[in-house]
């Protein structure tokens, strides 16, 4: 195995992982962009030249992805190079990666079984270098008395904030697995299948894990988050893409009862089990589509919509299910009308998908004031900084910060 260092993706940015011809040598959390990523992690391994990862590497990459979505990442078995780390660093790290996920323990606790009960003060120094971030979890290990704690070493691009974070993602998935109460469930505050859902589709991820993992990275939406209650983001399944975003096209710019009343003359042009389809659009004169209230513009889209449908120029719905997230945006913006906007609301509406933040829509960025005390609605930047604190689980997030916006404009309770 020759040194090398390689960037990968995961739900919270892009990581970096370096390895020699022992093991991984270092595994870097994300730094803002990739250029401070690789800056860091060269600080502990310098001189590493960028390669393609060898397959035990690979597998450490897997089991970094899966991690950081909340499931079993199977690092324990990930063999790491510590030639260049002190013996007592070295004890220490093999102490902590024994912690088992869902757990925490003390600087202290470490140091007993260590069987060096004055040293806690010395492991938390090592854990602060510690450069194996997640194979070697320090986030299970917590000062005495709950104190948040520094974050060092290849944690300090990751932020002290995802420490808790992840400690609260491994305790939710450990209480799911052993079948205690269900993460999305009422004792959680969580909510399982939105409104209108199709039998075995819901969201792509269990809410109860995503409110505890927000709450433990963001203690100011956590405020926002018991002000509001348990998590409800309605989701409303589509018969195909084409039903979804014929929808999402009349809605445009209109009131939602106005938008209403104009789909379902529409709809109503067509009656029939089968619903509103492309080959009704297509065989349908300008006339016919106008007289349901709906605009030359409007028309010019559904009619291109329904020409990359009938093409196959658009996927299935069970395609696009199966695609990332940037992709889906990319395939949904290619039809006439269709914005990155509209692209992520069927994101997070029609596929539940768990982390999409889209940073342009006015009602989050008036939320996001509201909800953290700004005068004037929030910029992208500021939007997005915070965010960071979110992932992988901005859309839990956002939905929050609309809700802020619906109690604000309510206004008090009588």
């Excluded at 001189?47 to 324990?76: D, I, N, S, Y």
């Excluded at 492309?278 to 065989?283: D, I, K, S, T």
């Excluded at 919509?305 to 290619?334: F, K, N, Q, W, Y």
């Excluded at 990155?340 to 999409?356: E, I, N």
């Amino acid at each position: 195995m020759n040194r090398g260092f390689a960037l990968f993706d995961t739900v919270i940015g892009v990581c970096g992982i370096a390895w020699s011809e022992r093991g991984v040598t270092c595994v870097q959390l994300p730094d803002g962009d990739r250029g401070r990523t690789v800056e860091r992690l060269l600080r502990v391994v310098p001189g590493t030249p960028e390669g393609v990862p060898p397959a035990a590497v690979r597998g450490a990459v897997a089991g970094v992805v899966r991690q950081l979505r909340g499931e079993p990442g199977g690092l324990a078995s990930v063999e790491l190079d510590m030639s260049g780390v002190p013996a007592f660093g070295r004890r220490v790290y093999e102490t902590v990666r024994a912690v088992p996920a869902g757990e925490s323990v003390t600087y202290a606790a470490v140091a007993e079984r260590m069987g060096r009960p004055e040293a806690a003060r010395a492991v938390g120094r090592a854990l602060a270098r510690n450069p194996f971030a997640l194979v070697v979890p320090c986030h299970r290990v917590v000062p005495a008395g709950g104190r948040t704690g520094g974050a060092g070493g290849a944690w300090a691009g990751g932020g002290v904030t995802t420490r808790p974070g992840l400690r609260a993602l491994e305790s939710a998935a450990r209480t799911a697995a052993a079948g205690g109460a269900a993460a999305g469930g009422p004792a959680a505050g969580g909510a399982g299948q939105g409104p209108g859902q199709g039998a075995g589709y819901g969201y792509g991820f269990d809410p109860g894990t995503a409110v505890a993992y927000l709450r433990a990275s963001d203690p100011g939406l956590a405020a926002v988050m018991d002000r509001t209650g348990p998590f409800a983001m309605p989701l409303n399944a589509a018969a195909s893409v084409f039903a979804a975003l014929a929808e999402a096209i009349v809605h445009q710019q209109l009131s939602t009862k106005a938008a209403a009343t104009i789909h379902g003359r529409l709809r109503g042009l067509f009656p029939g089990a089968g619903g509103l389809s492309a080959e009704h659009v297509l065989g349908a004169d300008d006339e016919l589509l106008r007289s349901a209230g709906l605009s030359r513009p409007k028309v010019a889209s559904l009619r291109d919509l329904a020409h990359r449908v009938d093409t196959g120029m658009l996927p299935e719905l069970e395609a696009i299910r199966e695609m990332e997230d940037e992709a889906v945006v990319a395939c949904l913006s290619s039809v006439r009308g269709i914005g990155r906007w509209t692209a992520q609301m069927f994101l997070m509406f029609r596929l539940g998908r768990p982390d999409v933040l889209p940073v342009d829509d006015l009602g989050l960025r008036h939320g996001f004031s509201i909800a953290f005390g700004g005068t004037a609605p929030a910029g992208v930047e500021e939007i997005e900084k915070r965010g960071a604190l979110w992932r992988p689980f901005r859309s839990v997030a956002c939905w929050y910060l609309w809700e802020a916006l619906e109690e604000a404009r309510r206004g008090p309770s009588s």
